[in-house]
């Protein structure tokens, strides 16, 4: 009985989170707070301009591609990278992804259920880019590679 639960439960808050509709242009984001890879806040606020959004590795490379492309004093102002984990598998994420990305020379937010990007459109295999005034979405772009993504930012 507990496992039927268990699996009923699951089924709905899947279905909860699967049905959230997608963010669009003129909407207005909620504050983002997450851990980053060292366990430390990074939020999405009002000051931010451009966020960055991976779901998979493909999205992931193009945007690390850019930042290794890019000296931090040429990004733009206020960018935030927040990348959905919540695929990967824990122990997976847990020993080997994240203390890969505790080497990167930046910092990205993780989140690692994915209810908080859910809505964060996406295409497969693209980076996200959400440029935004005072949190409300001026527009969303995808990139296929880092020279595009650079372009957009």
Do not use: C, H
């Amino acid at each position: 009985m507990q496992y039927l639960i268990l699996i009923i439960s699951l089924i709905f808050s899947s279905a909860a989170v699967a049905d959230r509709p997608a963010i669009k242009v003129g909407d207005t984001l909620v504050l983002i707070s997450l851990l980053d890879q060292f366990e430390k806040p990074l939020n999405v606020t009002a000051e931010t301009k451009v966020l960055l959004f991976s779901r998979d590795m493909d999205g992931g490379e193009i945007i690390q591609a850019a930042f290794a492309d890019t000296p931090d004093d040429q990004r733009p102002e206020n960018l935030v990278y927040v990348a959905d984990i919540s695929g990967m598998p824990s122990l997976i994420a847990k020993y080997v992804a994240v203390p890969k990305m505790q080497d990167y020379p930046f910092t990205l937010g993780l989140d690692r259920e994915g209810e908080i990007t859910a809505a964060f459109p996406l295409v497969k295999g693209q980076a996200t880019i959400i440029k935004l005034n005072d949190l409300k979405i001026q527009s969303i772009e995808f990139a296929q590679d880092a020279k595009m993504l650079k372009l957009q930012w």
